[in-house]
């Protein structure tokens, strides 16, 4: 039996920063993905299945930075951000909060994923304050109200979506498969009715442009500045800067308008397409949530 070759240092050194950032974590086995091993059932995602498929591709890379750049357009969701989360302050530890949800959603058993969702109800339930809406009237805001965690629910999956088709490969089933698949975590969500096929998601995305919900204002000005250049030093902050120019690439030029931004002139596809080569590998020589999730499923004969 041969043993496999020694992974380069410099993979090592990336894989432990990526990590760290991710999953916050320099070996990305935090005890909440170690355990995912844990479990006694498959959970809400079959394995292989069109949600494992989409949040195992590097095109989430791509997405986690579109996703908070669409969601910031909802002035409710962009208030509860600017109002309690630390993203300048502690950016990475935003980060991987959200990422521990998506992992433990989809990688977790359904007892998991039931207990990192009441731990994120839990935060949501103090998120409350008042904000000028796409009208000019002031509203006031819960992070539970139905409207923003909906608005939250399709900004994700839109993002997941194009990204995965922009720089991934194929999806099970395909796009309506994964809007679907993922309206399981808009139900956790206590959202009603979540769409489940392509059409139904961008004709919700339309809705909220076209009834004037969305607005820019010096706000959505803040964030796009923060997340073009956020404190990422050397070889890491210039990925960054390409994965940025890939997110906007992949969003309709009605909202990339409302965003104040444009396509670089630069070949962002290509450019992206090494980073996230290099980046699949460099992560991939190590054990990651799914082998966690996959190691469970084997236990129980699944």
Avoid: C
């Amino acid at each position: 039996m041969t043993s496999s070759p020694p992974v380069p240092a410099r993979v090592a050194r990336l894989r432990a920063k990526l990590l760290t950032a991710l999953a916050g974590d320099p070996t990305g086995m935090a005890p909440y993905v170690r355990a995912i091993a844990d479990g006694d059932d498959g959970g809400y995602f079959v394995e292989n299945g069109p949600a494992w498929t989409v949040h195992a591709g590097m095109g989430t890379l791509v997405a986690g930075i579109r996703a908070l750049l669409l969601q910031a357009l909802h002035p409710g969701a962009l208030a509860g951000v600017h109002d309690w989360s630390r993203y300048r302050e502690d950016p990475i530890g935003r980060l991987t909060g959200t990422v521990r949800w998506v992992i433990t959603l989809t990688y977790g058993s359904t007892s998991q994923a039931d207990a990192e969702t009441a731990r994120v109800g839990r935060f949501h339930r103090r998120v409350q304050g008042t904000y000028t809406a796409g009208d000019g009237g002031e509203r006031t805001y819960s992070a539970e109200d139905g409207d923003l965690v909906r608005w939250v629910h399709l900004a994700f999956t839109d993002a997941f979506l194009r990204s995965h088709e922009a720089y991934g490969g194929p999806i099970p089933g395909g796009p309506d498969a994964y809007v679907a698949d993922w309206a399981t975590a808009g139900r956790l969500m206590r959202i009603p009715d979540p769409p489940q096929t392509e059409e139904a998601l961008r004709a919700e995305l339309d809705g909220f442009l076209d009834r004037g919900e969305l607005r820019r204002d010096e706000r959505v000005d803040d964030v796009v500045r923060f997340l073009r250049k956020p404190p990422f030093p050397g070889a890491m902050g210039l990925a960054y800067r390409v994965l940025f120019a890939a997110a906007v690439a992949t969003f309709p030029p009605r909202i990339r308008h409302m965003l104040g931004l444009r396509r670089s002139w630069l070949p962002v596809k290509t450019a992206t397409g090494l980073i996230l080569r290099f980046t699949e590998r460099a992560l991939g020589s190590g054990p990651r949530a799914q082998d966690m999730a996959r190691l469970r499923l084997r236990r129980l004969g699944l």
